[in-house]
């Protein structure tokens, strides 16, 4: 189906609203000054496709549903809340209060748009920073905690020589706050000249993939 031009707001989010066609994964906090709350964050051990059901039914409309493609539910979240911040959508938001207060992301939610944006430590503290700036962030988010957020991590991974190692998943997924689910996942190992690396990769690819061993100098065998 090729995409069409419905706006976002116009056309699907105040329908949406107005109808509680998603109960508390789209509704409305105050309609009289057009606040509404998109979905509450779960956990990747509770996820399934239907919290992304918002998203999908937009990306429907627009002639983008494909979940085959791979990480399809990240970037249909990503591009449900692009089209939230294109200007032209303004103008359908003309009767609500143009005064709103914005919202200001706690430091789970910064959390979850470091990960699906897969960045790296420093472009995850440059991006709280400008956050900061903005007056985007909630008063208790601290920008310096990407700098050492690998911390929580090093006790579930070992170094023997130039291997690196993750030795104890069970522990490692749990952290992350995700079920280990053996047949869920399957290893993925990336060999070159110079280095080799492992990863777990989910079945269906709705779960990000982990990294869990990492070497120089050695090759797949």
Known sequence: MPPTKKLILKDFVIPSLNERRYCDLLKWVDKEKGHFLQGAHKSAANWTPAD???????????????????????????????????????????????????????????????????????????????????????????????????????????????????????????ELGIAHEPQEWWLFLDASKLSLKAVLLHNGNKLPSIPIGHAVYMKET
Request: proline fraction near 2%; hydrophobic fraction near 35%; charged fraction near 35%.
């Open 52 to 174: 992304s059901s918002v998203f999908q039914d937009w990306d429907k409309m627009k002639g983008r549903y494909n979940p085959d493609e791979k990480n399809y539910y990240m970037y249909s979240k990503q591009r449900f809340g692009a089209a939230l911040k294109k200007p032209k959508n303004n103008d359908d938001f003309s009767t609500f209060d143009e005064t709103s207060v914005p919202h200001k992301l706690s430091s789970r939610e910064l959390n979850d748009l470091v990960r699906d944006w897969d960045l790296s430590k420093s472009k995850a503290e440059l991006l709280a920073s400008r956050l900061r700036q903005w007056n985007l962030l909630e008063h208790n988010v601290r920008v310096i905690f990407f700098r050492n957020r690998h911390q929580s991590f090093v006790r579930f991974f070992r170094k023997e020589k130039s291997l690196v190692f993750c030795s104890n998943s069970d522990g490692l997924l749990k």
